[in-house]
Every structure is written in structure tokens, then in C-alpha cells.
């Protein structure tokens, strides 16, 4: 792992005497920012009783202020012709905006009015559970959302990272306005807040703007549940569904975000289904036209991670397809990858990295997860020279530990056997 590299002078950061980060990255060259206030606050965070709470928080803060309807909120941006959104993770809340650089007091006045000033209004409560619940049924009634769920609680049985983030309907259906303020008190603290801007913007006019509006916030310390991470045990899952194709995952727990052989795995997951011209790609769709839809994917938590899989295929061609999947797997552990092939994967990755920086809210929610999993803003030299000085003996020797067949857990999400008549 090479050393860490000199941060640009773009990129600021000033921690408040409250405990509350600001970061910002400056860049004169276009006429737009992206405002985020991030809460290191997520799904795996939630007592089992809680499960969903931190989602349908983020949901009920558009409900209304005690100055905004919800339809103020809606109209604060759009007005303006930007946006307003957010989302929730497994280890973090995000609420975000995307406006004209000459927008930046409104995007921050009403970002900080959602998340210090809700109302949570019973009516928009009670509504705002039948939305949740649609969302579940809508996730469920998709066969891929629905297998990566029911993976993702395979191999984190029993913790958590496990559940659906979204909760579950009895869960969601118990939340009382007080189980909302309750939750908000104790994680919603500055210590436990980052407010990210990135776009043609000034650091030090971006804090005081953030001194004015947090200047009333109520403070204490954050009181966050962490759960460490049982161990991992292999396992194995058939579901049916009344659908047409078979939708199948294999795969392990993976790394944390952190991990030092983090760069060794990119590039395995790059070589092995990061794109049409990826091993699985080529080797199962292309030679043999088994599938529509296959990847591989990574996740990496603050802990643990999820490495995994996916295709769609008929039932009749699952066994054949998990065979060449395994040789794939196979060859990762014995076989260098070839100088051409390397050479590629990292122009690649370096290319998507180099590529999403045209993006200002790429740029936003990149400075917020280098705080949350790093401590520190991680330059882009640092990541292309840590790409770049992976090798093929480094992958051969990672993926020997890594994709080994007794480590693996599978998910299957089969038709439904057709009815007989008498």
C-alpha cells in the first residue's frame, strides 16, 4: 500500500467546537454545487424493534417543518430548478441537494430545517406508513431486488447488516412520533454530522453559513448501537417465486472499506464481471448465451463486506452456469491474469473514477464516505497509484484465500413448478 498523498487545496475541511464536520471541495469551472448533510446514522444502527426506523425518518423529515408543508420542501429547489432527495444505507443517512452555485443559502437553509426544525404531523405519520409499506411490496414483487435481499440476510444471518434496510411491516407499522424525536436525539447530533458541498462554492463562506443555522442546535453526544459482526458461516437458500427465470447468487462475506487487500479485490471483481467485456460476461453470456443480465458485485461496510454474483438464467441451464461460474473462480486462484487483461481492468476502474468527477454530487458524497471509512479525504493520485501497483501474483495470491468454494453461500430464486391438471 503506497503512502497517503498530499490533499488538494480545493478540498477544506473545519470541525465546529460542537463536533460537526464541514467539508467542501472547490471548483471554479462550473456553475453548479451539491449540498449533503450526512448522518452516521444506518439500518445496522436500529435495535431489532426499530428495524426500518432510520429509513422512515428520512422519509418523514419531507413532511414538514415547523415554517415548511411538505410541499414547501418539494418547491424550495424545484423552484429554482435544482433538486432535493436522500437515502438511507446500512451505515449512513443522506440528505442531499443539487442547485445553481448562487443557491447555495437556499439548499443549506432547507436541508438544516429538515433535520432540526421536523414536525413529523400524525396524518403525514400514518400516510407516509402505507408509502413504506408499497416500497416493500414493490421491492419484493422484483425478483432481482428480492434475491439480494434474502442473500444479503444469508450471509449476515443473525446481525443487522442482515436485515432489509427498509424494516419490516410490523416495525414500521409500531412507529410513534416519539420513537422518531427519540431516535433523532440520539443520533442526530452534531458529533454525529457531516455537511458536504462540493461545486463552485467558498469554504470558509459554506461554514459560516453552517455556524448561523446549527447555531440553536440542541447538543449532547450520539448514542449509536454498534453491532459487531457474528462470524461467518456458509449456507445455502432456494426460494420460489410464480416468475419465468431463475435468479441465483453465490458469493462470501467480503472486506471492510478499509481493508488493506481492498485494491487486490477491486480489480478481481473488474476482471471477473465489472462490465460486457468482463470473464462472465464473455465466457457465459457471449459463448454461450445462458443469461441476459450477470455481474459481480462489492460492497464494503465499515467491519465486514458482501461479495457476490448475480444472473439470471433459465432454471434448466442453473447448474451448467454455477459450474462455469466456479471455473471462472477457478482460474482466478491459478492462473495470472494476463498483462493485456490487467492493463485494461485498471484503465477501467481509473477511467470510471476519472469519469464520475464531471458529476458534482459524485464529488459530494466522495468527500463525506472518505470521512466516514477513512478519517481523511483520499486524493485521486493515491487511488490511481494504488490500482496501478496491484500485480498479477497479488490477485493469484488474494483470490487463493478469497474465492474458495467452502467460503461460498448461494441463493436461488426459482419458478414456481407449473400445475398439473388431474
Known sequence: MSKSHHVPDRVKKTTLPSGL?????????????SVGIWIKTGSRHEKEEQ??????????????????SSY??????????????????SEFTCYFARCLDTKLDAALDVLSDMVLHPTFPEEELEKEKKVVLEEMKMYKDNPEDYIFEEFNSLVFKGHPLGR????????????????????????????????????????????KQVEKLFANQKTGASTVVETPVVSYKPDRKELTRPIEQTHYILGRRSLPSDHEDRYKLLLANTVLGGGMSSRLHQHIREQYGYCYA????????????????????????????????????????????????????????????????????NRMMRLAKSEIYYNRYIPLDELVENIDAVMADDIIDFSQSFFTEDQI??????????????
Request: proline residues 2%; negative net charge.
Open 72 to 89: 414547501d420542501i418539494a418547491l424550495s429547489m424545484e423552484s429554482v430548478g435544482g433538486y432535493l432527495n436522500a437515502f438511507t444505507s
Open 51 to 68: 428495524a426500518g426506523i432510520t429509513h422512515f425518518l428520512e422519509h418523514m423529515l419531507f413532511k414538514g417543518t415547523e415554517s415548511r
Open 409 to 422: 453461500s448461494e441463493t436461488r430464486l426459482m419458478p414456481e413448478a407449473a400445475e398439473t391438471s388431474a
Open 164 to 207: 432489509p434496510i427498509i424494516g419490516h411491516e410490523h416495525t414500521v407499522n409500531s412507529f410513534k412520533r416519539g420513537n422518531l424525536y427519540d431516535y433523532m436525539n440520539d443520533r442526530y447530533q452534531p458529533d454525529n454530522l457531516i455537511i458536504a458541498v462540493a461545486g463552485n462554492t467558498n469554504h470558509d463562506e459554506v461554514v
Open 294 to 361: 450477470i455481474q459481480s458485485f462489492n460492497q464494503g461496510y465499515s467491519d465486514s463486506g458482501l461479495f457476490g454474483i448475480y444472473v439470471g438464467t433459465d432454471k434448466d441451464y442453473l447448474d451448467h452456469v454455477r459450474e462455469l461460474v466456479m471455473k471462472e473462480l477457478e482460474a482466478l486462484r491459478n492462473e495470472p491474469v494476463s498483462d493485456k487483461e490487467l492493463t485494461e481492468a485498471k484503465a477501467q476502474l481509473k477511467g470510471k473514477m476519472l469519469l464520475a468527477q464531471e458529476n458534482m454530487s
Open 21 to 33: 464536520r464541514v467539508l467542501t471541495e472547490e471548483i471554479e469551472s462550473v456553475r453548479s454545487l
